[in-house]
């Protein structure tokens, strides 16, 4: 069963402070990462995809990842109350398949 | 604007009754999904289709049925045999471009079971 693991959180940090969510996958065939954001009753927005080794920067959003630790991460620089939603992990390893994390709630306390 | 557009926001089932959640996107998208998500949890795959008049279960399929007679559209039916439908159930799509995997959301349907 291939799966994705997500810490669910809460993870709490102090407005400006930089948050990091991680993210670990069990597909070693697995190619495209993405992280979308979910409001509470929202659907989920596409924030970053990241297709191979090191970093991708996007203004305040940083997405790293490691294919042989087989870790994805997302840091998030000079955090906004308004950056407080969930964070949800994906995963595609072809045949038109993802796979989802559950999510980590990020709190951005002002 | 394009995008893919949910209907009804909301929507109420009744024991025994089926009913039909739409989905249409303009992004001339060739890959749909169907998700279903509950609170606390991952979305889990319920129905996938790549092309029109092709489809494939995913991994909660039972109870659930869909028609891809269209490219724009993707219907979900939730039958009576689905005993457990509350959930927010969310339609997406991609090109089919294998070098752009990205997969875009609808706003989702919140279901009930009155």
């Known amino acids: 069963q291939k799966e994705v693991e997500q810490n669910s959180g809460p993870l709490s940090v102090p407005e400006g402070a930089i948050a990091s969510l991680n993210c670990t996958y069990s597909?070693?065939?697995?190619?495209?990462f993405f992280w979308y954001r979910q409001y509470s009753g929202k659907s989920p927005e596409l924030i970053m995809s990241i297709y191979s080794n090191g970093d991708k920067e996007d203004g305040r959003f940083t997405a790293q990842l490691n294919k042989a630790s087989q870790y994805v991460s997302l840091l998030i620089r000079d955090s906004q109350p308004s950056d407080s939603a969930t964070y949800l992990c994906a995963v595609y390893s072809g045949t038109y398949k993802y796979i989802f994390g559950t999510g980590t709630r990020l709190k951005v306390l002002a | 604007d394009g995008g893919i557009t949910q209907s009804p926001k909301y929507l109420f089932r009744k024991e025994g009754q089926n009913v039909t959640l739409s989905c249409e996107q303009n992004?001339?998208?060739?890959?749909m999904y169907w998700y279903r998500q509950d609170p606390g949890q991952g979305l889990r795959l319920i129905y996938y289709?790549?092309?029109?008049?092709?489809?494939q279960k995913g991994d909660i399929a039972e109870g659930y049925s869909v028609s891809r007679e269209k490219k724009e559209s993707f219907p979900l039916t939730v039958t009576s045999a689905q005993k457990n439908p509350t959930a927010f159930y969310l339609c997406?799509?991609?090109?089919?471009?294998?070098?752009?995997?990205?997969?875009?959301f609808g706003s989702g349907t919140q279901l009930s079971v009155l």
């Open positions: 289709s790549q092309i029109v008049n092709d489809f």
């Open positions: 997406a799509s991609r090109e089919a471009r294998v070098s752009n995997e990205k997969l875009f």
């Open positions: 597909d070693r065939g697995s190619q495209s």
């Open positions: 992004l001339n998208h060739d890959a």
